[in-house]
């Protein structure tokens, strides 16, 4: 997603992840799932500085995808998403 863009798009971030979030509400699960998978790559692709800047805004929402029983794909996907942004923190 963002690999090759870090300079261009650092300065951007914010308004990236807000249009991101905001299509986690979207009744349309292929969307929702776009937007999680979306979170996972930005989550490699940024890191530290997305995790140090947007965990308060990233990890619930991504909680709240695993919670979701009615659709396992979005549960899968959140489970990735949090994987790869915990694994790109420092303790």
């Known amino acids: 997603t963002g690999e090759g863009c870090f300079d261009s798009l650092k300065d951007n971030l914010k308004d990236v992840i807000d249009i991101i979030l905001h299509s986690f509400s ?6 929702r799932w776009s937007a999680i998978h979306t979170i996972g790559q930005l989550s490699t692709d940024f890191a530290p500085l997305f995790q140090e800047r947007f965990h308060q805004q990233i ?3 991504i909680s709240t995808g695993m919670k979701d029983d009615a659709n396992p794909r979005i549960q899968s996907v959140s489970a990735e998403a949090t994987i790869n942004f915990c694994s790109e923190t420092n303790p």
């Open 59 to 61: 990890l619930p929402v």
């Open 26 to 31: 979207d009744p349309n699960v292929r969307v």
